[in-house]
């Protein structure tokens, strides 16, 4: 997978996620966020470890983007939250 590929699918699926989660009305707002997090942090995990990197590369993409992932996904919030209904008025 190609870092750009790798992105794109990182953002579709961040993004989906965020829609799905945001469907949940007994979630509190924390709580759908740390929903999110996890789902994409399982994700993430799953794609590192199934590229063909060597250990010390995988090593650095996971404790670059894993640390990072709460920062990502709320960035991606703010890029799409006028497009996702029952969250704007």
């Given at each position: 997978?190609?870092i750009?590929?790798?992105?794109?699918?990182?953002?579709?699926?961040?993004?989906?996620?965020i829609e799905?989660v945001?469907?949940?009305k007994?979630l509190?707002g924390?709580?759908?966020?740390?929903r999110?997090?996890?789902?994409?942090?399982?994700?993430?995990?799953?794609v590192i470890d199934?590229i063909?990197?060597n250990?010390?590369?995988?090593?650095?993409?996971?404790?670059l983007?894993?640390d990072n992932?709460?920062?990502?996904?709320?960035?991606?919030?703010?890029l799409?939250?006028t497009?996702?209904?029952?969250?704007?008025?």
């Amino acid at each position: 997978m190609k870092i750009k590929e790798f992105i794109e699918n990182f953002t579709n699926v961040s993004k989906a996620i965020i829609e799905r989660v945001e469907t949940y009305k007994d979630l509190s707002g924390e709580e759908k966020k740390e929903r999110v997090d996890e789902v994409v942090t399982n994700y993430v995990t799953g794609v590192i470890d199934n590229i063909q990197v060597n250990f010390i590369v995988r090593f650095i993409l996971k404790k670059l983007l894993i640390d990072n992932i709460p920062t990502i996904t709320q960035i991606i919030f703010d890029l799409i939250k006028t497009k996702i209904s029952g969250i704007t008025k």
